[in-house]
């Protein structure tokens, strides 16, 4: 089954630098950004078809999604097991597979549309309980869209440590049900 389609920091410290899932750290939202304040280099993505997607929004969601792909890549390389990120379009939208270990559920990140108070998300299947997850640990620090999203608003505060063990979760989905 696929994931069909079914936000404390100021701006400029976005990630505070915490300890989290495995006693790793973020790093404040700079050392994320790295390019990502001045123009926007699709060449910085290896997919065409995704840099694309990410050229497609407006400036101020694509340096949030940016962010937020950034948080995806680096949390895949600090927790164990998860390996290799793919990074493809599911519906259009940027998604984050787990391929080469088959840990964790896909994760997605895209504007909200106008149906919505916000404007981007982070998007998991549905049919998962990690949304539900989510809720139960972290209560009103996430705004969220049912079974399926946590939901953000550009020039609010995301709060990172908590996103990152989110994004964690995701990633070791399988590996933590076996």
């Known amino acids: 089954m696929g994931d069909a389609p079914c936000s404390s920091l100021t701006r400029s410290e976005r990630f505070t630098d915490a300890p989290i899932v495995g006693g790793t750290a973020l790093h404040k939202v700079s050392s994320y950004r790295g390019t990502l304040t001045g123009v926007f280099d699709p060449y910085s993505i ?7 997607a990410f050229a497609s929004y407006d400036d101020a969601v694509r340096t949030e999604l940016l962010a937020l792909r950034q948080l995806i890549l680096d949390t895949a390389a600090a927790t164990p097991g998860v390996g290799a990120i793919e990074e493809t379009l599911k519906w259009g939208q940027p998604a984050y597979l787990t391929n080469e270990t088959r840990s964790g559920s896909t994760i997605r990140i895209a ?3 106008s149906k919505l ?5 982070m998007f998991f299947i549905c049919h998962t309980n990690l949304v539900e997850t ?3 640990l972290f209560g009103e620090t996430f705004t969220y869209d049912g079974k399926r999203a946590l939901l953000f608003t550009v020039g609010e505060s995301i709060p990172g440590p908590e996103l990152e063990e989110c994004v964690a979760m995701a990633q070791t989905y399988h590996l933590n049900r076996a």
């Open 46 to 52: 290896d997919s065409a078809e995704v840099a694309a």
């Open 134 to 136: 989510f809720e139960l």
């Open 117 to 121: 108070a916000h404007d981007y998300a």
């Open 111 to 113: 504007p909200t549309g």
